[in-house]
């Protein structure tokens, strides 16, 4: 199998598509931009919270490789509850384990893409999602 069949999976290409789901809602209270500095990928999220911080609702602008748009669906469809910390986290180990020190985080659907981590060049839009959300969900608590 070459290397771009094993990547460019239907389940891969499949989430890229799923991104219709959560459009950009510039409506939203809080707001992350994230950008790759190895491909030029960005994305910016679009949040709001409930009571205990966690993530009501979502909207992504994602421009980026299939993959990291298949990592902004991977990370939509189960970023709803998660708070700041959960996100932090995430991305920590995500970074860990795109680097080879540290297992796959505990994300649904992350699986989806772990071939991505052969292909470096595709790291920083992978990390993306949570970078973009990082950012909105520290701008509800300055002190982060």
Not at 117 to 134: E, I, T, V, Y
């Amino acid at each position: 199998m070459a290397a771009a069949e094993k990547l460019y999976t239907p389940e891969l290409l499949g989430l890229a598509v799923a991104l219709a789901e959560f459009p950009p809602d510039p409506g939203l209270p809080l707001h992350g931009e994230a950008r790759s500095k190895s491909c030029g990928s960005t994305l910016r999220a679009d949040i709001a919270t409930g009571a205990d911080g966690g993530i009501e609702r979502l909207g992504l602008q994602v421009r980026a490789c299939a993959v990291g748009q298949a990592a902004a669906a991977i990370f939509a469809r189960a970023a709803t509850g998660r708070d700041l910390a959960a996100i932090e986290a995430t991305h920590a180990a995500l970074a860990a384990w795109l680097t080879g020190t540290g297992d796959m985080p505990d994300w649904p659907g992350l699986s989806a893409i772990a071939a991505a981590r052969d292909f470096p060049g595709r790291h920083g839009a992978m990390l993306l999602p949570w970078a973009a959300a990082r950012e909105a969900l520290s701008s509800a608590h300055p002190s982060r």
